[in-house]
């Protein structure tokens, strides 16, 4: 089992930078990547960003394309979400997805509210 705990989340202005952190923890594991996913209320949960972990790779979601990145502390089994230029937009709840050799496992989930 593979426990995700979100943070950073909060109330903003457009224009305004959030980070996100999100610390996985449990027995034993090796992870093969860290995403995050938003879900905005009414309409389906979309893909933001993803890291391989073992290469760093990163791909990204079209909408947070050169505003957002995502970073990782191997050390500390973190994976990081910097936003900036928010958009009213993005508002959501912004869940943490870890795909390791036990199994896929989800956050509970960190509330961003961008005002315009």
């Known amino acids: 089992q593979v426990q995700l705990v979100e943070s950073g989340g909060g109330l903003v202005q457009a224009g305004d930078s959030l980070r996100l952190s999100c610390a996985a923890s449990?027995?034993?594991?090796?992870?093969?990547?860290m995403s995050w996913l938003r879900q905005a209320p009414g309409k389906e949960r979309e893909f933001v960003a993803k890291i391989i972990w073992s290469s760093g790779r990163t791909y990204y979601g079209d909408s947070v394309k050169g505003r957002f990145t995502i970073s990782r502390d191997n050390a500390k089994n973190t994976v990081y979400l910097q936003m900036n230029s928010l958009k009213p937009e993005d508002t959501a709840i912004y869940l943490c997805?870890?795909?390791?050799?036990?199994?896929?496992?989800w956050g509970q989930g960190t509330q961003v509210t961008v005002s315009s």
């Open positions: 997805e870890i795909s390791t050799d036990q199994g896929t496992y």
């Open positions: 449990g027995r034993t594991f090796s992870t093969y990547y």
